[in-house]
T-cell receptor, first 112, second 114 residues
Framework: TQLLEQSPQFLSIQEGENLTVYCNSS?????LQWYRQEPGEGPVLLVT?????EVKKLKRLTFQFGDARKDSSLHITAAQPGDTGLYLC????????????FGAGTRLAVHP | EADIYQTPRYLVIGTGKKITLECSQT?????MYWYQQDPGMELHLIHY???????EKGDLSSESTVSRIRTEHFPLTLESARPSHTSQYLC?????????????FGSGTRLTVV
């Protein structure tokens, strides 16, 4: 049983479209991180959210942490081919010594 | 420029061979981790270390072992490789156990056991 469920599993869109991917859990997290992984590489940290209801923006990417700290979303505005990759969410628990629990990821393909 | 290095990037070996996957970081981080990643599955923690001479098993049972003799070096060893060990192995490090800090990952080693 996955602690973190990511949806959708796959997403294929055209350049310029908007999209939202989700990360859900029944558990409360101390923090939630989003990573992007490109083929043949390791994940790269995009953002960390720690406060319920927190919203962070990174250029065209908007990250939101749910009020109850059980879920998060990533919204991309006007997607570009360079956004293509595997988006992973990962959570930490209080007292968990920063051991990350990962979701299975959303694989995004943005076509020109 | 990568601050955490994994070698080799790709490895194809026969069943029963002993292998060591190398991981080194130049950031002086005390916390280091090994994750296993299979297609369509979440990353699973198999080993972690909070400093020199400190190693712990992760949430996913693994037949591999690790050592931490130097801060910058965290190798993973399989004494006798089997086809079930075929996977992508990712090494990561973190500045702190504080949950505010993210991980820096290496590029991974893709292992195939035939």
């Amino acid at each position: 049983t996955q602690l973190l469920e990511q949806s959708p599993q796959f997403l294929s869109i055209q350049e310029g479209e908007n999209l939202t991917v989700y990360c859900n859990s029944s558990s409360v997290f101390s923090s939630l991180q989003w990573y992007r992984q490109e083929p043949g590489e390791g994940p790269v940290l995009l953002v960390t959210v720690v406060t319920g209801g927190e919203v962070k923006k990174l250029k065209r990417l908007t990250f939101q942490f749910g009020d109850a700290r059980k879920d998060s979303s990533l919204h991309i505005t006007a997607a570009q081919p360079g956004d293509t990759g595997l988006y992973l969410c990962a959570g930490t628990f209080s007292g968990g010594y920063n051991k990350l629990i990962f979701g299975a990821g959303t694989r995004l393909a943005v076509h020109p | 420029e990568a601050d955490i290095y994994q070698t080799p990037r790709y490895l194809v070996i026969g069943t029963g061979k002993k292998i060591t996957l190398e991981c080194s970081q130049t950031m002086g981080h005390d916390k280091m981790y090994w994750y296993q990643q299979d297609p369509g599955m979440e990353l699973h923690l198999i080993h972690y270390s909070y400093g020199v001479n400190s190693t712990e098993k992760g949430d996913l049972s693994s037949e591999s072992t690790v050592s931490r003799i130097r801060t910058e070096h965290f190798p993973l060893t399989l004494e006798s490789a089997r086809p079930s060990h075929t996977s992508q192995y990712l090494c990561a490090s973190s500045e702190s156990t504080d949950y505010l800090f993210g991980y820096t990952f290496g590029s991974g080693t893709r292992l195939t056991v035939v």
